[in-house]
């Protein structure tokens, strides 16, 4: 279970976080949405210990993320990056066995790479993707080569930030289908941070609405529609009049 | 402009110009930490090795023969003004070991490797994959910047000692070939001058110009803007960086060598 509680985070002048209170129950898959600039990327990287809080709370199964073992606790994490973050120098299949070529979870060579073949299966990709480069993929296998490093440790949380962003309608709906197939596999808790409302009704079991710093509303996918919330409601009804301004 | 004012503009530059220092050291105090603390990543740093290593050669070895060569005829030149044309081999070896040799070397390597370092890390930054290293349980630190700077440090004095034999080198092809020496006596007096001191000062400004390098890069990668004019602007202030603290470094040096 992640739980944040009264998460603030400031940049200079600019108060992103004012006060953040979310839990995502273990197993389940948490969609914030959210304008651009509202903050989801800083409560995502918040959690993973990439940002700082100036204060607050974060807990990951009870652990405070900011004691511990840091290798640990980032151990039970995989994560999709908007742009995908695959390092360039590196071909694909080390690219997704990057953690298990290195570190505590160091396997040998052949092992990593046939895990790294069976997650790229995993997402739809052939074997002969592993020895290409990312510069050789287009942005959609990108996606979901990073989505099979997300996964390829089998690891018991994952975050995906704006998984659809840049891809087609088709390869938006292929991720999505990916990704909530993956997390219901695995069982793992899931936090997925988007404005894609397509992605919201296909990840989601529940979402929370981020708009001035705070969760203006968070509930059950199934009560998005009939939630009674005006940024809400201006917000998956993509009006320009209500709460939320349009020119921030 | 008011007095005041401008004692406030001078006072904030100058608090910032020791920020900036003080972040810098502790970066590089930071990287220095982790080469000696595992895990260690021999991969990477095999690639810093040949990167900086091996394929700063060529661009070495020719400013480095180039140098030696105009060196021998100015030396020349300007020895035949008071009768002094002999001392070719003797200022050449000296001028090459001591100054030129680090010198050049060390500033090829800002132009060429502080540049590449810090463009790659600062692309990698903007890219996030910074990030998605530290999701992975990798330090950057480690990762990244240690490798890069252990490999300057070995690689660059190693560099030095190549630029100067080749420096060397250039000045004896132009006095054998052009100016009438003798190649027998030239190597001669060129082996007979040179001391252990001056060959122990350009190795250690090597491995003090490789660290400068090195650091500089990583450090204005590690702390790039965003976009393509962040990683633009890292570029360019780590080469300028390095540029200046490796002549600031050479200075310091030759002071420490042979002036104290």
């Not at chain 2, 370092?117 to 990030?131: C, G, H, L, N, P």
């Not at chain 2, 700077?149 to 006095?175: E, F, H, K, R, S």
Request: glycine residues 10%; contains cysteine; neutral net charge.
């Amino acid at each position: 279970m992640i739980r944040m509680e009264n998460v603030h985070k400031a940049f200079g002048d600019n108060h992103v976080l004012r006060g953040v209170n979310l839990e995502i129950p273990k197993g389940t898959s948490m969609v914030i949405i959210g304008g651009s600039g509202t903050g989801k990327s800083v409560a995502l990287k918040c959690v993973l210990g990439l940002i700082k809080p100036d204060s607050g709370k974060i807990y990951v199964d009870g652990q405070d993320a900011a004691t511990g073992n840091r290798d640990a606790f980032l151990a039970k994490f995989g994560m999709l990056f908007q742009g995908g973050a695959l390092f360039d120098s590196l071909p694909i299949w080390q690219n997704v066995a990057f953690r298990l070529l290195r570190g505590p979870l160091k396997r040998p060579a052949d092992y990593a790479r046939e895990i790294a073949i069976d997650k790229l299966r995993r997402v739809g990709l052939r074997a002969n993707v592993a020895d290409l480069y990312p510069s050789e993929l287009s942005g959609g296998m990108q996606k979901r080569v990073g989505l099979a490093r997300a996964i390829a440790a089998d690891p018991e949380i994952i975050f995906f930030d704006e998984p659809t962003t840049g891809l087609d309608p088709i390869m938006s709906g292929v991720i999505n289908d990916l990704i909530r197939e993956i997390v219901t596999e695995m069982g793992a808790t899931a936090m997925t941070i988007t404005h894609d409302m397509s992605s919201v009704r296909a990840i989601a079991d529940n979402v929370a609405m981020l708009h001035d710093g705070v969760i203006q509303w968070t509930g059950p996918v199934s009560q998005l529609d009939s939630s009674g919330d005006p940024y809400v409601e201006q917000f998956i009804s993509g009006s320009a009049e209500g709460p939320i301004e349009a020119v921030r | 402009m008011n007095p005041l004012a401008m004692l406030a503009e001078l006072g904030r530059a100058v608090l910032n110009l020791l920020a900036a220092f003080g972040r810098v050291t502790l970066f590089a105090l930071d990287a220095l930490s982790h080469i000696f603390r595992p895990p260690f990543y021999p991969r990477e740093l095999g690639m810093a090795l040949l990167n900086i290593g091996w394929l700063s050669l060529p661009v070495v070895g020719l400013t480095t023969i180039f140098t030696g060569g105009a060196l021998a005829l100015q030396i020349y030149a300007g020895g035949a003004r008071f009768n002094a044309e002999a001392v070719v081999p003797q200022i050449v070896a000296i001028g090459m070991v001591r100054e030129l040799g680090p010198v050049m070397v060390g500033l090829m390597i800002a132009a060429r490797v502080t540049s590449s370092i810090a463009a790659e890390i600062a692309t990698m930054k903007v890219t996030e994959q910074i990030d998605a290293l530290v999701t992975l349980s990798t330090h950057p630190m480690k990762y990244l910047t240690a490798p890069r700077v252990l490999a300057a440090l070995i690689t660059v004095p190693a560099l030095v000692a190549v630029g100067d034999i080749i420096g060397i080198a250039g000045g004896y092809a132009v006095a054998t070939q052009n100016l009438g020496f003798n190649p027998a006596a030239y190597l001669k007096n060129t082996v007979d001058f040179l001391e252990p001191l001056d060959i122990l000062s350009s190795l250690v400004k090597g491995a003090a110009f490789g660290m400068i390098a090195a650091i500089m890069g990583c450090y204005f990668g590690m702390n790039s803007g965003r976009g393509a004019q962040g990683v633009g602007r890292a570029t360019k202030s780590s080469v300028e960086a390095a540029a200046v603290l490796i002549l600031a470094a050479n200075f310091v040096l030759t002071g420490v060598f042979f002036s104290l």
